[in-house]
C-alpha cells in the first residue's frame, strides 16, 4: 500500500525539521499559559445576562374566571426589562427551553443562570392578588389568609463557581422581589407577604471550576487548527520544491499521497492534546478525567487535526508559494478559532432547515470537537455523553477530506499529469 510509503515519508521529514516541531509544539502551550496567567476573572458592565427560563407553570383561573399563566408573563417581563441606567441594553437575553437543554447551556456557559418557574406558579401569584385584594378591603382575617396561602419556589440553577453565575442570579433575585412587590403595589400600595420564594442551586458538573477551566480546552482546539497552516505551507512547498512531480511519475494515486501526509500530522494533532493537557494540568486546571478520559480527548483531537488537515488541502489548492499559503491558513484559522467558541462563548446563532433547528456554528467540525473536550476532559463525561458530537465532528471531517482531496487533485495534482 503505497499510502504507507507516503506516511513513513512525512514522518521522517516531520522528525528531521525539528525546529518547525518545535514551534507547532510550544506556541499553543506559549498561549496556554498567557492565558492561563490572564485570566483571573470576567465580569459583565452594561451586557445582558443570558439566561434559561423553564416555564413549567400549568396557569390558573382569576377572579373573572379567565385562564391566565404568570409563568409566560413572567417570561416576558424578563425579555423586556432593560438597564435602569441605560434603556437601549436588555437586562436579560431569555431562551425558553427545557430542563435538560438549559443544564446542557450551563455546562458550556453558554448561559450564565436557568431560571425554573414551578407548576404552581400562577397558583401562587392569584392567591397574592387574591389575599391583597381582601386584606386591603378587610374581607377576611389573617386565619383565613394564611389557610388560602398558596407559595411557590422558583429555582435559579447554575455554576456557583463562574461569576457570570455570581452576578446574573443576584440580578434575578432582585428582579424577582421587585416582580412580587409590582404585583402588589400595583393593588393597594402596600408591602407584600411572601408569596413567591427563590432558591439557588449549583448544577452537577460545575462546581469549583474557574474560567481557565473553560478555556483550556478551547486552546487545544485552537492549537489543532494552527495544523492547517503548517501543512498548507509544508504542501505547497512540495509542489514548489517538485516532490510532487516525482511522486506523481511513480504513478503514485492522489489518495495514496494526500492520505498518507494525513497520518503523521492527525497522531500530531493527538500528542498536541495529551502536551496542553499536562501544561493546563500544571497552571491549575481542575482535570475530572482518567486514562479513559484521555484516550478518548486523543481520538477526539485526532478527528480534528484530520479536519484541519484537510482544510490545509483546501488552502493549498488555492495558495500559490508557502508563504502565502501561511497567510492565507492564518487569516482562516485564527477567525475559525473565535466562531467555534474556543476563545469564549457566542451568542446563540440558530437557523432552521427543513423544519429542524441548529446553531449555524455546528456546521463547522471544531466546535463539535471543543464540546467533546470540554465534557470529556472538563466534567469527565464519557463516550455516552460526547458520542454524537464526536459522530458529527467526524463525519465533517470526512466531508472536508473528500473535498481537501478533489480541489488539491484539481488544481495541484492534476497539473502535474
Known amino acids: 500500500m503505497k499510502f504507507i510509503s507516503i506516511a513513513v515519508k512525512d514522518f521522517k521529514e516531520l522528525v528531521r525539521d525539528r525546529r518547525g516541531l518545535f514551534f507547532i509544539l510550544l506556541f499553543p502551550i506559549f498561549f496556554m499559559m498567557i492565558f492561563g496567567f490572564a485570566f483571573g476573572g470576567m465580569g459583565e458592565n452594561n451586557t445582558p445576562h443570558n439566561i434559561a427560563v423553564v416555564n413549567l407553570d400549568q396557569g390558573t383561573l382569576n377572579s373573572t374566571g379567565s385562564n391566565v399563566n404568570y409563568g409566560n408573563n413572567l417570561t416576558a417581563e424578563l425579555q423586556d426589562q432593560n438597564y435602569p441606567q441605560n434603556n437601549d441594553v436588555k437586562l436579560f437575553n431569555v431562551t425558553t427551553t427545557t430542563d435538560s437543554n438549559a443544564k446542557d447551556l450551563l455546562r458550556t456557559r453558554t448561559v450564565d443562570a436557568e431560571l425554573v418557574i414551578p407548576a404552581n406558579f400562577s397558583d401562587s401569584v392569584q392567591s397574592l392578588i387574591n389575599n391583597t385584594i381582601q386584606s386591603s378591603t378587610g374581607q377576611t382575617s389573617s386565619a383565613n389568609a394564611s389557610a388560602n396561602k398558596i407559595t411557590s419556589t422558583l429555582t435559579i440553577s447554575g455554576d456557583t463557581s463562574y461569576l457570570g453565575f455570581g452576578v446574573a442570579q443576584g440580578t434575578l433575585v432582585g428582579f424577582l422581589s421587585q416582580y412580587q412587590q409590582g404585583i402588589v403595589t400595583a ?75 494525513l497520518i503523521p500530522w492527525s497522531l500530531v494533532a493527538g500528542a498536541q492534546v495529551v502536551i496542553l493537557l499536562i501544561v493546563a494540568i500544571i497552571l491549575g486546571l481542575k482535570w475530572q478525567g482518567s486514562v479513559y478520559s484521555i484516550l478518548l480527548a486523543i481520538v477526539i483531537g485526532i478527528i480534528a487535526g484530520i479536519a484541519s488537515i484537510s482544510l490545509a488541502m483546501i ?103
Open 187 to 261: 393593588i393597594t400600595g402596600a408591602q407584600p407577604v411572601q408569596y413567591i420564594n427563590t432558591s439557588v442551586q449549583s448544577v452537577a458538573g460545575t462546581t469549583s471550576f474557574t474560567e481557565f477551566d473553560f478555556l483550556a480546552p478551547g486552546m487545544m482546539v485552537f492549537a489543532i487548527l494552527l495544523l492547517a497552516t503548517t501543512v498548507a505551507a509544508i504542501l505547497t512547498r512540495e509542489v514548489e520544491s517538485g516532490t510532487l512531480l516525482r511522486l506523481k511519475i511513480s504513478k503514485m494515486r492522489s489518495f495514496d499521497l494526500l492520505f498518507g501526509g
Open 315 to 417: 488552502i493549498a489548492s488555492f495558495a500559490k508559494n508557502d508563504r502565502q499559503a501561511a497567510n492565507l491558513g492564518t487569516l482562516i484559522v485564527v477567525p475559525t478559532a473565535f466562531i467555534t467558541g474556543s476563545f469564549f462563548p457566542l451568542p446563540a446563532e440558530y437557523v432552521t432547515l427543513l423544519g429542524h433547528t441548529f446553531q449555524i456554528y455546528d456546521i463547522l467540525p471544531w466546535t463539535h470537537t471543543l464540546t467533546a473536550l470540554r465534557s470529556v476532559l472538563v466534567y469527565g463525561s464519557g463516550w455516552n455523553v460526547v458520542s454524537s458530537d464526536v459522530i458529527i465532528s467526524a463525519i465533517l471531517a470526512l466531508i472536508l477530506f473528500v473535498i481537501g482531496v478533489f480541489l488539491f487533485s484539481k488544481t495541484r495534482l492534476g497539473a502535474e499529469n
